[in-house]
């Protein structure tokens, strides 16, 4: 099959290794990876703080860079949650039935990174080797909007070498939501400290995730009480080999 990756902003500037990290599981599992060089944000950021106007013409550029992909897949769950639910409804507001049959037409092929190799391709096992002990934090998108359910904890448990320990709270959300951690930082914050409270209780030396938002903000936090955790996306651990 040939894939097209959508790194999505966020991974481009400051997680590319979660890119690197798709293409080399994607490849062993013997599909062959794109890469459309004029994608750029999903509009997400723009739509989310109220700049929905501004957001508008990201959704033409997308159609034009993903026109001719076989299937889109993303490593962030917030970014394909973005354009499963509000990409219908920009479409509708730019009143073009061009646009709203070309997106009719391509979010089916839009998959985030875990659900497409569970739930597309029907796999568990990608022949991972990971010799940590892993907690997995659950973000809202991937949760509510994605309804991922238990598919990355499956593909985490065929991981070889992997101990993996259930996080307490594991539906309760980070804090992080993107501009909600700025202008309600007291609330986040608070959140945050019993997400890390969760994280540490585990004993678990890394704490993944399919979205790196979340692992930015949760990670921060265990960086700078200097707690020796590292947050790993899900994907650059179902990339590890032997």
């Known amino acids: 099959m040939r894939v097209s990756l959508f790194i999505t902003c966020y991974n481009d500037t400051l997680f590319p290794e979660t890119g690197k990290a798709v293409v ?5 599992l013997g599909h062959t990876v794109d890469f459309p060089a004029g994608q750029t944000c999903c509009g997400q950021m723009h739509w989310n703080t109220g700049y929905q106007e501004e957001a508008l ?4 550029r997308f159609l034009k860079q993903f026109k001719d992909s076989e299937v889109i897949v993303s490593p962030s769950t917030s970014c394909v949650a973005m354009m499963k639910d509000h990409y219908p409804i920009m479409a509708e507001r730019m009143k073009d039935p061009k646009i709203t049959a070309e997106v009719a037409a391509i979010l089916p092929k839009v998959w985030e990174f875990s659900q497409f190799l569970t739930q597309k ?4 096992d990608v022949g991972a080797y990971y010799p940590h002990r892993v907690t997995y934090h659950a973000s809202c998108h991937g949760l509510r909007s ?5 598919g ?17 709270n594991l539906e309760q959300c980070c804090g992080f939501g993107g501009t909600f951690a700025i202008k309600n930082a007291e609330v ?3 959140m945050l400290a019993e ?12 704490v993944t995730g399919c979205d790196n938002s979340c692992l930015m903000h949760i990670g921060g936090a265990l960086h700078r009480q200097r707690t020796g955790v590292r947050p790993v996306h899900l994907a650059e651990i179902l990339a590890g080999e032997e």
Request: hydrophobic share 45%; proline share 6%; no cysteine.
């Open 24 to 28: 080399k599981v994607l490849e062993r």
């Open 57 to 60: 013409p990201l959704l033409p």
């Open 121 to 124: 391709l029907g796999l568990e």
């Open 146 to 150: 994605m309804k991922l359910g238990d």
């Open 152 to 168: 990355p904890q499956r593909l985490l448990r065929a991981v070889r070498g992997i101990d993996l320990v259930e996080i307490e």
């Open 188 to 190: 986040s914050s608070a």
């Open 195 to 206: 997400k890390v409270r969760g994280v540490l209780n585990t004993r678990a030396e890394v």
